[in-house]
């Protein structure tokens, strides 16, 4: 040993204390002691002074070893003590030994003593180390179990609570002492949560990694009123019990509703809007066909229908968005269906003579950009149908919408009719639908060509939609 050893020696006898100082000297060990007979006298010098080591003889008239054993268990549980006696037998020494003594020697044989003492300092100094350690593990525990800034319980299988921290006592209404090991956590779940909240920490108990670590429920406080709250379970190793996080959610939960009730507000009010727009866009609409039937110019009349169709095209982009879920989407493949039988309607073409295929793939398209490409299909579908097939003269008419390998959009809208004439050219062509097709295709950075082969083909690739 480096440094003094400090031995607290209880013993009536000063002889025997001087014999085992002297043996311990012999033995190499250099020695601060300080020999006590009395429970008073044994007492004080624990708590005054600092000592690596107790010896006790367990026979002291009026006093006793196993007494002076529980005198320093009391004062300092850790402090190794070894009890020396002139005589004891098997029966006491177990009794010592359950009573916390470290070891037991007899006085005829001190040879043992030495590397008892050494043993006993050596482990009393790990313990010391690892209680240290585990008071400091202990301090972060509860600092953070403190401060997750959420309320913090600890349950049993009982679903008895046995730990909670300030949090729990804030929204709980309760005091710490009221609650630990007095209350169980279903006694602040409302009543009709009860056997959810029940079944679902069973079955996290049971089968943990198949169910949910997270559940929203309410929590009700000690004056009866209920919190929305979202309960995380976490399981502490190597026991039964669970730590449980309860997350005030009631503030959210109102957000949330006056959101969602704003939503509501916005939708309607949308769907008012899209409503009256269509409703607007088809008065406009009649009210030009009825001035078609004051002209008697052909030639002014089909304008007049031409312009009627254009506003049905953009009369039912609203029309689908008011009666959509979704008010800012329209589903294209059923928009193109509707706007093409709705075209062979107005010109008065039977789907038997010319046959009509449409193969649109899955896609949502904003308002604008439909409205855009329904002015786009309607000029072009229209074309085909007032001059493709003269003299009801059969065929077929393909409009194809798809994505290429490259990412980019195909439009194809073609007939195999008379097809257009040599030298038309769509960029200097002075038909009011053309130059629609032309300038819309631009807006949505479409690239447009004419393939004249059995009939005719509009090709339109758009990079972004």
């Not at 403190?146 to 609570?161: D, L, P, R, W």
Request: hydrophobic share 35%; proline share 2%.
């Amino acid at each position: 040993m480096n440094s003094p050893i400090k031995i607290l020696i209880v013993d009536d006898s000063k002889d025997d204390t001087e014999l085992i100082v002297r043996k311990l000297g012999q033995d190499g060990f250099d020695l601060i002691y300080e020999r006590v007979e009395t429970p008073k006298s044994l007492r004080n010098s624990l708590i005054n002074k600092s000592w690596d080591i107790v010896i006790c003889d367990y026979i002291i008239p009026g006093f006793g070893g196993l007494k002076a054993l529980k005198i320093s268990k009391s004062i300092n549980k850790d402090l190794p003590v070894i009890i020396v006696s002139g005589k004891i037998g098997e029966e006491m020494a177990v009794k010592a030994m359950k009573a916390g003594a470290q070891d037991y020697i007899l006085k005829d044989n001190l040879s043992r003593l030495a590397p008892a003492i050494e043993r006993e300092i050596n482990e009393f100094k790990i313990r010391k180390k690892q209680d240290i350690a585990l008071k400091k593990s202990e301090s972060i525990y509860k600092t953070i179990f403190e401060n997750t800034g959420t309320a913090t319980a600890i349950i049993n299988n009982e679903m008895c609570i046995e730990m909670v921290n300030t949090v729990f006592e804030t929204l709980s209404g309760y005091k710490k002492f009221e609650i630990e090991g007095r209350k169980k956590f279903t006694d602040f779940t409302a009543e009709e949560d009860k056997d959810i909240i029940n079944n679902f920490l069973s079955s996290s108990r049971n089968n943990p990694e198949c169910s949910p670590r997270n559940y929203e429920t309410k929590f009700r406080n000690s004056k009866g009123k209920n919190k929305n709250v979202l309960i995380t379970l976490a399981f502490i190793p190597s026991t039964n019990k669970i730590l449980i996080s309860i997350l005030d959610i009631t503030e959210r939960k109102i957000a949330e509703e006056r959101i969602y009730m704003a939503l509501k507000e916005k939708e309607i009010l949308l769907k008012e809007i899209h409503h009256r727009v269509k409703n607007n866009l088809q008065i406009i609409s009649s009210l030009i066909r009825l001035q078609s039937r004051y002209i008697n110019d052909e030639k002014i009349s089909e304008i007049l229908n031409d312009s009627q169709n254009r506003i049905k095209s953009m009369s039912m982009v609203h029309e689908k968005l008011y009666q959509s879920d979704n008010l800012s989407k329209v589903d294209l493949n059923e928009y193109i269906n509707n706007l093409a039988a709705e075209l062979f309607r107005s010109y008065g073409k039977s789907i038997r003579k010319i046959k009509l295929k449409v193969d649109v793939c899955k896609i949502l398209m904003d308002a604008d950009a439909t409205i855009n490409f329904g002015l786009i299909i309607n000029e072009l579908l229209s074309n085909s149908l007032k001059y493709a097939f003269p003299d009801d003269l059969e065929g077929e008419i393909v409009i194809k919408f798809y994505k290429n390998s490259e990412g980019n959009y195909i439009l194809l809208i073609g007939d195999n009719g008379i097809g257009l004439p040599s030298e038309f050219n769509i960029s200097q062509s002075k038909s009011l639908g053309m130059r629609l097709v032309n300038n819309l295709c631009n807006q949505l950075n479409g690239d447009l060509k004419i393939i004249r082969e059995n009939g005719t083909l509009f090709h339109i690739k758009f990079e972004n939609l």
